[in-house]
């Protein structure tokens, strides 16, 4: 089955605790991402990576870090200095564009992180 | 900062009526797409217009673009209860690369 995996589907944090959401795909997609989605919102954009080993920031990187040591994997560490993380998490990936590819995102089940 | 905005903001419906939900957004842009997000899932890709196109079709959907007004419209014909979901429009800026900005969604019910 071709897709993105996330996990754990439901995640809790404590106080001053970081936590580490996993975003793994096996569509062989250049492009990840994270948005975070706050109740009843839209999507805003936390990290992108279009390649291994580079990534950028994204509306919302205040808090937050990621890595993307190998092209399937682009893990999501919330850290204490997010201060508001209660939210739900979504993981994306697309080609990178070419001059007939779309950018068409594919999306993750998510993530819902809680404050303890 | 969203570039694209839905209206309305929610939308009820008896099952077998057509349902249209608008999007508004600000800059250039190189396509539109609209995706459907389940209650607590991820989204769902349905349909793209590219800036050159005015409208396109799938199944049941039907995309209009209007680029003078920076506007798009989705319009779900012949609702099923199976289409209560939120929608969302998401534009690719003209020079942004593939970055896509979503707008805060249309939320459907369809009631049977």
């Known amino acids: 089955d071709g897709g993105i995996t996330q996990s754990p589907k439901y995640l809790f944090r404590k106080e001053g605790q970081n936590v580490t959401l996993s975003c793994e795909q096996n569509l062989n997609h250049d492009a990840m991402y994270w948005y975070r989605q706050d109740p009843g919102q839209g999507l805003r954009l936390i990290y992108y990576?279009?390649?291994?080993?580079?990534?950028q920031k994204g509306d919302i990187a205040e808090g937050y870090s990621v890595s993307r040591e190998k092209k399937e994997s682009f893990p999501l560490t919330v850290t204490s200095a997010q201060k508001n993380p209660t939210a739900f998490y979504l993981c994306a990936s697309s080609i990178v564009p070419g001059a007939v590819a779309k950018n068409i995102q594919y999306f993750g089940a998510g993530t819902r992180l809680s404050v303890l | 900062s969203q570039q694209g905005e839905e209206d309305p903001q929610a939308l009820s419906i008896q099952e077998g009526e057509n349902a249209t939900m608008n999007c508004s957004y600000k800059t250039s842009i190189n396509n539109l797409q609209w995706y459907r997000q389940n209650s607590g899932r991820g989204l769902v890709h349905l349909i793209l217009i590219r800036s050159n196109e005015r409208e396109k079709h799938s199944g049941r959907l039907r995309v209009t673009l209007d680029t003078s007004k920076k506007s798009s419209s989705l319009l779900i014909t012949a609702s099923r209860a199976a289409d209560t979901a939120s929608y969302f429009c998401?534009?690719?800026?003209?020079?942004?690369?593939?970055?896509?900005?979503f707008g805060g969604g249309t939320r459907l019910m369809v009631k049977p």
């Open positions: 998401a534009t690719e800026p003209y020079n942004a690369g593939n970055m896509l900005t």
């Open positions: 990576s279009q390649i291994v080993n580079d990534f």
